[in-house]
């Protein structure tokens, strides 16, 4: 905070860099400083009078998977699946989706609906601010130069349902337009509360009020909820873009509304089919199950290069061997991997975090590592490919690729192995839908995935080979 008061405007902090590494890249941010607050103890979670502390480096797979989360407030899940990919997932933070204020980002979306408090800092003191007064307008917020969000609190609401729906051109993309609506309703089946937000529709998450305010009191009945969805349309008006008109925007609020509110009605209480499968979170089915070992245990990673944090903290360790390198500030992890140290099994794709090609494990999960600044690498356990190697022979997942016909070029294989072996380290008996979803982010241009997915599927079987 004493940087950050010195240097103002000239100093950006770096919390996942999901964000910030794509701009430092392009050179679109040009700061003379980069504080990078990973090491302070803004990671917490815990429920504490009726409400739901989050430190603001929780990161998005944390809000995933962390059960207190889901428990709690369980639209915090659902919106951190439908961000970006695996990748941004390990290491994008909950306090840097909300200071950066994209409009079509799923959290500052979320937490407006939840209605959340920030708690900002700065070396002269705190202030806490209503999420609905964070956002000010297109990547834009009430943060001074010199304050970092530290604490996201979320006054618990239980008994209220909820859902999310969006809508990406891809995968992984950001939302066109997203909707995240809560329903509650009282003892005779009328809506008690009612919350939707929408993201995508403005420079800012916008809180539809009128709309909510037409369902309370009210049976939750499909005319109702299609009335709502038309309130919200009627008072929208976005802007087009080079991927969609206005129009279709607004078409898209309504329908999504519609949808989310649908979905968010409390279970048993709907006065309408609800969608079928619709409320069937997409990893629940694997989750509630008990992990159970494929028949061959092979989805670790070798042991030097355990996803322990290494104590060795002076360079980069890469796949169990330190190794002394001077990094400048700013080059990321490919660039020293590659240009540096002349480790080309890690490939550059894209450069931006969408195809997957550079993937390393970084403390067992995936990043990309042309969205990670070598130096905020350092100490960490750092796998490539060619640490899967176990006395000159393939890792079984290696063999059930090239049995399968799956490695079908150099540049997307090494990072679907190594996505696909973080993916199976924690769900190893996935079925072939989970794995498709897992490997989403992990682009391959010759459409080949049917054979990779043919791969990992015998892989989890155990088959041992059909020629
Ligand atoms: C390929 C790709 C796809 C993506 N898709 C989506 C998507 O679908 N939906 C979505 O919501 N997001 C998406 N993202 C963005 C992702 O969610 C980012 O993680 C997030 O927007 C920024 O969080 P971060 O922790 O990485 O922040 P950083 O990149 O580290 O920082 C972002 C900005 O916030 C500031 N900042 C960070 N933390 C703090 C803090 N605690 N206090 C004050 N300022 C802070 C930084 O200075 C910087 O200006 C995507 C990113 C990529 C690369
Ligand atoms: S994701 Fe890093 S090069 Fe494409
Ligand atoms: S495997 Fe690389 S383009 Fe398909």
Not at 207 to 229: F, I, M, Q, V, Y
Not at 232 to 249: I, N
Not at 298 to 307: I, L, N, Q, V
Not at 437 to 448: I, P, S, V
């Amino acid at each position: 905070m004493a940087l950050l008061r010195e240097h103002g405007a000239e100093a950006k902090v770096l919390a996942g860099g999901q964000s910030l590494v794509p701009l430092l890249n392009y050179r679109l941010a040009r700061p003379r400083l980069v504080v990078d607050i990973n090491g302070l103890p803004l990671a917490g979670v815990r429920v504490e009078n009726g409400s739901l502390h989050l430190g603001a480096l929780t990161r998005h797979h944390e809000l995933e998977d962390l059960s207190e989360i889901g428990r709690s407030t369980p639209l915090l899940p659902e919106v951190a699946r439908l961000i970006g990919n695996v990748r941004v997932r390990s290491l994008g933070t909950l306090g840097g989706s909300l200071a950066h204020a994209d409009p079509a980002a799923e959290l500052p979306m979320a937490i407006v609906a939840l209605d959340a408090r920030l708690t900002l800092a700065s070396a002269s003191g705190r202030r806490t601010v209503a999420a609905r007064e964070f956002f000010t307008g297109y990547l834009s917020t009430a943060l001074g130069a010199d304050e970092l969000v530290t604490a996201i609190e979320v006054p618990v609401t239980e008994g209220m349902g909820w859902a999310v729906e969006e809508f990406a051109r891809r995968a992984g993309d950001f939302a066109v337009v997203a909707v995240a609506a809560g329903v509650s309703l009282d003892r005779r089946g009328r809506v008690d509360d009612a919350r939707l937000a929408l993201a995508g529709v403005a420079d800012r998450p916008l809180r539809a009020t009128a709309a909510e305010d037409s369902l309370r009191g009210h049976e939750p009945s499909g005319e109702r909820l299609a009335r709502a969805a038309e309130i919200v349309r009627e008072r929208l008006d976005p802007q087009s873009d080079a991927f969609v008109s206005g129009a279709y925007r607004r078409l898209l609020a309504g329908v999504l509304t519609r949808r989310a509110l649908a979905r968010a009605i409390p279970e048993g209480e709907t006065s309408q089919p609800r969608p079928q499968g619709a409320t069937v979170p997409l990893l629940s089915a694997q989750l509630a199950r008990p992990a159970v070992s494929p028949r061959r245990p092979a989805a670790s990673p070798p042991p030097e290069a355990s996803p322990q944090r290494s104590a060795w903290g002076g360079g980069l360790v890469i796949n169990g061997r330190a190794r002394e390198v001077d990094v400048r500030p700013g080059q990321t992890l490919l660039e020293v991997l590659r240009d540096t140290l002349g480790i080309f099994d890690v490939k550059e794709g894209c450069g931006e975090g969408v195809c997957g090609a550079c993937t390393v494990l970084l403390d067992g999960r995936p990043v990309s590592s042309c969205l990670t600044l070598a130096a905020a690498a350092r100490g960490r356990a750092i796998l490539t490919i060619r640490g899967l190697e176990r006395e000159g022979r393939l890792h079984p997942l290696q063999e059930a690729f090239v049995r399968h016909g799956a490695v079908q070029c150099g540049f997307c294989t090494p990072g679907m192995l190594l996505t696909t072996l973080a993916f199976l380290e924690r769900h190893p008996r996935a079925s072939r839908e989970e794995v498709r979803a897992a490997l989403e982010g992990n682009l391959c241009r010759c459409t080949g995935y049917a054979k990779i997915l043919d791969a990992v599927l015998a892989y989890v079987r155990g088959d041992d080979g059909d020629g």
